[in-house]
């Protein structure tokens, strides 16, 4: 393969990667809670639509990345209310999130296919976007591709380096002994739970504001439920969610331009390989036994004393 080939597969692997990996992230932060989260496809979809809703009536793409989010926290809050409030079992609270947010998304989005809204433009990197190799590779995206360059490393820091961040992990690992400390095991819950879905939400808002500019119904194809995956792959780790997202927007760019080229692979079985590559990870990330890496009190409801 030629470098004319191979940096733009390199480029289009960031670009394809990247919603992934935000809501790579923000699973993250709401499993660390110890809230399992499987609505992560539904939160998506609502947070590209209300994104690009938002976007397309006031014109301001900022104001629609920032309203996808807040659309993925409200369904988080959804979440919340089953699982933290009422005690409702987390997986079933989260397979109806996701056939709710994909339901709303289709019902409230079907109008609107085919339209476009005001989005996110690439542009160089002073001095980084000039590099030889790197630059056209890393440093000539959208402004939401160099804010997710920044995302894991500070949730990494938040988590391992903060005070809120051990209390959260801490909630997530072993909460009877966090109340036992004075911390509020809801307080903190619903926190992972609305920072989680907010990132999710952004994740979402990517695809309609910056990847692909305009509204079709099921957009995000998938990508929630390779986040869900992907948390399993990176051991719960948001440096390793950077190589697993970037790894599966890899696979995905790559089944695209094969499809460009003509290959005479049938195009069903190309579209199937991230999703044969998800079941792949999850098999050896069992077979490696690194699941224990896991929260303590993943998915299971505690009823707090405080």
Known sequence: ?????????????????????YATLGEIITEKSGVLNLGVEGMMLCGAFGGFLVAMYTGNPLLGFLG???????????????CLTFQGNQVVSGLALTILGT?????WGTPFVGQTAPGFAPFSFPLLGSLPGIGPIAFKHDALIYISYILPLA???????TRFGLALRSVGE????????G??????????????????????????LAYTHLWTNGITAGRGWIAVALVIFAFWKPGRAVFGAYLFGGV???QFRLQAMGTHIPSSLLMMLPYALTILVLVLSSLRGRHTQAPGALGVNIEPAD
């Not at 949730?155 to 380096?161: A, D, P, S, T």
Request: avoid cysteine; charge should be positive; hydrophobic fraction near 55%.
């Open 183 to 208: 911390i509020h095991i809801k307080r903190y819950r619903w926190t992972g739970i609305l920072t989680g879905g907010f990132l999710i939400g952004l994740g979402g808002a990517y695809l309609s």
């Open 1 to 21: 393969m030629t470098p004319e080939i191979i940096i733009p597969l390199l480029a289009a692997t960031i670009q394809s990667g990247t919603p992934i990996l």
């Open 252 to 254: 995905m760019a790559f």
């Open 103 to 107: 339901g709303l998304a289709n019902y």
């Open 68 to 82: 996808g989010g807040l659309f993925g926290a409200m369904m988080g809050a959804i979440h919340g209310l089953v």
């Open 174 to 181: 072993y909460p009877e002994a966090a109340s036992a400390a």
């Open 155 to 161: 949730v990494w820091f938040v988590l391992r380096h």
